[in-house]
Antibody, heavy 119, light 113 residues
Framework: QVQLVQSGAEVKKPGASVKVSCKAS????????IYWVRQAPGQGLEWMGW????????DYAQKFQDRVTMTRDTSISTVYIELSRLRSDDTAVYYC????????????WGQGTLVTVSS | DIVMTQSPDSLAVSLGERATINCKSS????????????LAWYQHKPGQPPKLLIY???TRESGVPDRFSGSGSGTDFTLTIDSLQAEDVAVYYC?????????FGQGTKLEIK
């Protein structure tokens, strides 16, 4: 079955970088994108961007343009999000999610990765 | 960016009754070439990832109980939960996937009265 398995929780200091992984299985890469969505404590869902699994193209929300990089390693079906120059308000649960091949909804999600930014 | 605004922010409904959540987009999410509304609804429970309920504004995802239904077109949408069950307590989000960034509404917290 389709699975997205994310890496474990991270604690980082302000100004550092964090890299979270999302390993995909159970579906073909072609035609699918991985999206990253985060949820800060007590807040709603925030869309960060996407990466194409087979072509590698990406698109980021303008808010994160200068701090985020999404990459993939097709040999191990894993995508990564790296967020640099961390601030305390980057503390959040980060989710990866896959789009359906037939519609735009996010039909499968990773379990989430808590990133805590604290001095 | 398309702004998604949900109402109400929170809602308390008795078991077995109907819950209605509204979502309004700042511009149309109806793609005229295929007449589809690029609008999804998610259920989010604490400690779990969000779960897709509805896509194309009104199509239920496989396995979603038929007490969940979506309606609307253009800029105004509704998620209806008929005969509310205890397991439906969650935060519900609408999301547009018409244009990036694929923005979410602020969420509606549904509780039991």
């Amino acid at each position: 079955q389709v699975q997205l398995v994310q890496s474990g929780a991270e604690v980082k200091k302000p100004g550092a970088s964090v890299k979270v992984s999302c390993k995909a299985s159970g579906f073909t890469l072609t035609g699918h994108y991985i999206y990253w969505v985060r949820q800060a404590p007590g807040q709603g869902l925030e869309w960060m961007g996407w990466i194409s699994l087979n072509r590698g193209g990406s698109d980021y929300a303008q808010k994160f343009q200068d701090r985020v990089t999404m990459t993939r390693d097709t040999s191990i079906s894993t995508v990564y999000i790296e967020l640099s120059r961390l601030r305390s308000d980057d503390t959040a649960v980060y989710y990866c999610a896959k789009n359906s091949g037939s519609h735009g909804g996010f039909d499968n999600w990773g379990q989430g990765t808590l990133v805590t930014v604290s001095s | 960016d398309i702004v998604m605004t949900q109402s109400p922010d929170s809602l308390a409904v008795s078991l077995g009754e109907r819950a209605t959540i509204n979502c309004k987009s700042s511009q149309t999410v109806l793609y005229s070439s295929n007449n589809n509304n690029f609008l999804a609804w998610y259920q989010h429970k604490p400690g779990q990832p969000p779960k897709l309920l509805i896509y194309w504004a009104s199509t239920r995802e496989s396995g979603v109980p038929d007490r969940f239904s979506g309606s609307g077109s253009g800029t105004d949408f509704t998620l209806t939960i008929d005969s509310l069950q205890a397991e439906d307590v969650a935060v519900y989000y609408c999301q547009q996937y018409y244009s990036t960034p694929y923005t979410f509404g602020q969420g509606t917290k549904l509780e039991i009265k």
